[in-house]
């Protein structure tokens, strides 16, 4: 496969942040004009920031966000896993991301643009940083809603796209999850045939439960990309298969329930819920429980969706109207 993230993902830069290197791209409008905001996308458990430049070209041209910020976690595309002071590997939290989020953001603000930074992450006033569209899909939905409730001074808009974080996704109890989970035996079984049996289902299933149906056809160029560079992933990254089984192990996937509670009844920032109602990896069904804790948010219902419409080109215009503050 070769070439590393930057085939898929040019204009990657990398940051020495407290776990490791956070590697990320930014993208601009013509100018940077005041008074737009930027976008900070988080990408889910199986994919890195390749998966956002389609939505960040549509986000752009939409003149309502002067920059796109995409990153990758910590183990995954060109970011390092995560690791403490004295080498060992960091236990996978909603902590560990909004940590590395914050560490990118300020990095971003501070940073002049020839070497990176983002204008519309600077403050405008001392002492009073400036606030981005936060957007994540799945389990970056997780992450964008622990740092919304943690910093809501820097959340101009919190956008949730088949979030999880309060009830677990279906595969979570499958009989192969619940081998992983068994401590010790369930590494030793995910070391020796994870990595075989994640390229066998690139290989077979074809992304079929992400999309809900099979999207070589109609967009060739487009699975092209998202098979080759998960391939790559899941092939060559270096320290990927451990990174993935704690994402899987020591991350609580319907744990935030205080954390909406607080969005809900104590932060004032709009919420915008993207769900499609044919979602083959966190139902539609789940949306129910986020608008009953977040009342004010509202929800985008993509009628006959998946779970990643912001890579079909159908629907790209029904995400872009959740993201943009004009939905409101």
């Known amino acids: 496969m070769g070439g590393g993230p930057e085939a898929w993902a040019p204009g990657l830069r990398r940051v020495r942040t407290a776990k490791g290197e956070t590697a990320y791209w930014c993208?601009?409008?013509?100018?940077?004009?005041?008074?737009?905001?930027?976008?900070?996308?988080?990408?889910?458990?199986?994919?890195?920031?390749?998966?956002?430049?389609?939505?960040?070209?549509?986000?752009?041209?939409?003149?309502?966000?002067?920059?796109?910020?995409?990153?990758?976690?910590y183990g995954r595309g060109g970011s390092d896993?995560?690791?403490?002071?004295?080498?060992?590997?960091?236990?996978?939290?909603?902590?560990?991301?909004?940590?590395?989020l914050l560490e990118l953001v300020e990095h971003l603000a501070a940073a002049p643009e020839s070497e990176g930074g983002c204008r519309a992450l600077r403050p405008e006033t001392s002492g009073c940083p400036a606030r981005f569209i936060l957007a994540g899909t799945s389990m970056g939905g997780l992450i964008a809603t622990a740092f919304a409730a943690a910093h809501p001074e820097r959340v101009a808009r919190l956008v949730l796209m088949a979030p999880v974080g309060l009830r677990h996704p279906p595969e979570y109890f499958s009989l192969p999850a619940r081998l992983i989970r068994v401590p010790v035996?369930?590494?030793?079984?995910?070391?020796?045939?994870?990595?075989?049996?994640?390229?066998?289902s690139i290989?077979?299933?074809?992304?079929?439960?992400?999309?809900?149906?099979?999207?070589?056809?109609?967009?060739?160029?487009?699975?092209?990309?998202?098979?080759?560079?998960?391939?790559?992933?899941?092939?060559?990254?270096?320290?990927?298969?451990?990174?993935?089984?704690?994402?899987?192990?020591?991350?609580?996937?319907?744990?935030?329930?205080?954390?909406?509670?607080?969005?809900?009844?104590?932060?004032?920032?709009?919420?915008?819920?993207?769900?499609?109602?044919?979602?083959?990896?966190?139902?539609?069904?789940?949306?129910?429980?986020?608008?009953?804790?977040?009342?004010?948010?509202?929800?985008?219902?993509?009628?006959?969706?998946?779970?990643?419409?912001?890579?079909?080109?159908e629907r790209l215009g029904e995400v872009v109207k959740a993201v943009l503050p004009a939905a409101d």
């Open 27 to 73: 993208a601009r409008a013509a100018g940077e004009g005041a008074g737009r905001p930027a976008c900070v996308l988080v990408h889910g458990l199986g994919w890195w920031s390749f998966i956002w430049r389609r939505l960040a070209d549509a986000l752009l041209a939409s003149g309502e966000v002067s920059a796109v910020v995409a990153f990758d976690r």
């Open 81 to 100: 896993p995560a690791r403490e002071d004295g080498g060992a590997l960091s236990r996978h939290t909603p902590d560990l991301f909004v940590g590395q």
């Open 185 to 200: 035996v369930g590494w030793g079984l995910f070391s020796i045939v994870g990595r075989a049996v994640q390229l066998a």
């Open 203 to 313: 290989r077979d299933d074809r992304f079929k439960v992400d999309f809900g149906k099979d999207v070589e056809a109609e967009d060739p160029e487009m699975f092209k990309t998202v098979t080759d560079a998960t391939t790559w992933q899941v092939a060559e990254k270096e320290g990927y298969l451990q990174d993935f089984f704690q994402d899987v192990t020591e991350l609580d996937m319907g744990g935030l329930r205080a954390e909406a509670d607080r969005i809900g009844a104590q932060h004032s920032y709009p919420v915008a819920i993207l769900w499609g109602t044919d979602d083959g990896r966190v139902p539609f069904k789940y949306a129910e429980a986020w608008t009953a804790r977040i009342p004010r948010a509202k929800l985008f219902v993509v009628e006959g969706g998946s779970h990643a419409d912001y890579l079909l080109k």
